[in-house]
C-alpha cells in the first residue's frame, strides 16, 4: 500500500504520520515499554493527531500502549488475576464460579481501557434491583476490585474504575439474631425429651459449648477429641461441593490461620462427647467410611456417612416445627397465647454460643480464639450489641425505680 509525506490537501505530515492510498492516515512508533512497532490507523488528520497525544500521555505515564494490551477483556483480566493467587481448591472453585455466574456474560467482555466507574456502578445497581444482598455486591466487588488494581500496577490503566463503586448497593444483610436464654433452654429441653430428636441433644449441646463452624462440627473426628485433656482440635472443616470430581464431601483446611484452633471443654461439653460415642456404638454406625483420609467422624448419619451441611439445619427447622405444634396445642389448652421459637439455623446456634460466652464478660481476646475470627471487630459486635442492651435495660430500671419513689 503506497504511503504518501503530505495528505491530499498539501498538509505536511509530521515523523511516524503517513496517508494511504486507501484513504486512511496512519501513525507508527515504537512502545518505549516493548520496543514493539506499533501503527494506529485514524480516517482524518484530526482523529489521528487526537491518538497520538494519547499514546503519548500513555507513554509518558507508563502506560501499555500493546495493541494486544489494549483488546484484553474483563474475563481475561480476571484469569491473569486468578493465575496469580495461590488459593484453596475450595475458594478458587467459589471465585470461579461466582465469576463465571455473575460476572463474564454482563460485563466481562468490555475491553479493560474502556472500562468506566459508571460501567461497574450501573452493573452493581442491576443487581441490586434483581434483589441481590449488599453482601453478595460485595462478594463480587472483592474480585473486580483487586484484578483492576492488578491491571493499574502494570500500567494497563492509570486508575482503578471500580474505586468508591461499591456504595450501598443491594439489600441490607439480615441481621441474625442469637436465641435468648429462655429460647435456648426450651428448645434443649425439647430435644432432650423428645422420643424422636433426643439423639440429637449431645450435639447441640457441642454446639452451644464450642461455637463450632458447622462445616468444622461435621468435620470432626475421634482423632481431633481429647476427652483427658478436655480440648477440640480444630484444623480442617467438612464441606460437600463439587471441585472438578461431581458433588462429594471434601476436607478443606480453614481461610484464615485463626481457624485453626484448640478449644478448650467445659465439662458439659465433655459429657456430651462420651454420650455421642454411645449412641454411635448402640447404633453400630460405620466408622470406616473415609473422606480425603478422615474417618471415624463424630456426627454422622446412619449409615455411617457424615452429615450433610444442610442436614444440620434441616435438622434444626424440623425441630422447631415440631416444637412450635406442641406448643400451640398446650397454649389452647392453657388458655395462653403461644410462646414460639424462631426458624434458625447451625449459624444462629454458633451465633448463640458466642453470645453466651460474651454474656458471662469472657475475655474478648479469648473469645476471639475460641470463635476463630479472624478479625477483632466480629467478636465486638457481640460485645457492643450486649452492651447496648444492658444500657436500655438499666435506663429502663432506673425509670421504674423514679416512677415507685414519685
Not at 507508563?62 to 486468578?82: C, H, P, Q, S, V
Not at 456502578?121 to 453478595?136: R, V
Not at 468444622?216 to 482440635?233: C, M, Q, S, Y
Not at 453466651?356 to 460485645?383: F, P, S, W
Amino acid at each position: 500500500m503506497a504511503i504518501s509525506r503530505k495528505d491530499p490537501k498539501g498538509r505536511k505530515l509530521r515523523e511516524g504520520e503517513n496517508w494511504r492510498n486507501d484513504g486512511r492516515y496512519s501513525y507508527r512508533y515504537t512502545d518505549v515499554r516493548t520496543g514493539k512497532r506499533l501503527t494506529v490507523y485514524a480516517q482524518d488528520l484530526p482523529e489521528l493527531r487526537e491518538k497520538e497525544k494519547q499514546i503519548a500521555k500513555d507513554m509518558e505515564d507508563n502506560i501499555l500502549t500493546d495493541g494486544a494490551i489494549k483488546k484484553m477483556t474483563l474475563n481475561t483480566l480476571f484469569e491473569r488475576y486468578m493465575a496469580t493467587r495461590e488459593l484453596a481448591d475450595t475458594t478458587r472453585v467459589s471465585y470461579v464460579r461466582a465469576w463465571e455466574n455473575r460476572v463474564k456474560d454482563e460485563i466481562g467482555n468490555i475491553k479493560v481501557v474502556q472500562l468506566l466507574p459508571s460501567h461497574i456502578k450501573a452493573y452493581y445497581a442491576k443487581l441490586s434491583k434483581a434483589g441481590y444482598a449488599y453482601s453478595t455486591i460485595k462478594y463480587i466487588h472483592n474480585l473486580l476490585y483487586p484484578a483492576l488494581e492488578m491491571a493499574v500496577d502494570d500500567d494497563i490503566i492509570r486508575k482503578n474504575p471500580a474505586k468508591s463503586s461499591i456504595s450501598d448497593y443491594g439489600k441490607p444483610a439480615e441481621e441474625k439474631e442469637a436465641l435468648t436464654v429462655s429460647q435456648q433452654e426450651k428448645f434443649m429441653e425439647f430435644v432432650k425429651q423428645s422420643n424422636v430428636y433426643n439423639t440429637y441433644y449431645p450435639m447441640f449441646t457441642i454446639m452451644i459449648g464450642t461455637g463450632l463452624r458447622c462445616g468444622e462440627l461435621i468435620g470432626l473426628t475421634w482423632k481431633d477429641i481429647n476427652i483427658k485433656a478436655k480440648t477440640v482440635n480444630v484444623d480442617h472443616q467438612l464441606i460437600y461441593k463439587n471441585l472438578g470430581d461431581g458433588c462429594k464431601f471434601h476436607i478443606s483446611t480453614p481461610k484464615t490461620s485463626s481457624g485453626i484452633r484448640i478449644i478448650p471443654m467445659t465439662q458439659e461439653v465433655v459429657k456430651a462427647f462420651e454420650e455421642q460415642r454411645k449412641i454411635n456404638f448402640m447404633l453400630a454406625k460405620d466408622k470406616s467410611i473415609e473422606v480425603d483420609g478422615c474417618s471415624g467422624f463424630v456426627f454422622t448419619a446412619k449409615s455411617g456417612r457424615p452429615l450433610m451441611p444442610n442436614g444440620v439445619n434441616s435438622v434444626l427447622y424440623n425441630i422447631v416445627d415440631a416444637y412450635n405444634k406442641t406448643e400451640v396445642e398446650r397454649a389452647k389448652k392453657e388458655h395462653r397465647k403461644a410462646e414460639l421459637l424462631p426458624k434458625f439455623s447451625a449459624h444462629v446456634m454458633r451465633h448463640t454460643a458466642c453470645t453466651r460466652m460474651a454474656e458471662c464478660r469472657m475475655d474478648v481476646k479469648v473469645l476471639q480464639y475460641i470463635m476463630g475470627h479472624a478479625h477483632i471487630d466480629v467478636t465486638m459486635e457481640v460485645y457492643n450489641h450486649i452492651g447496648e442492651l444492658t444500657r436500655i435495660e438499666n435506663e429502663i430500671a432506673r425509670l421504674d425505680s423514679m416512677v415507685l419513689n414519685a
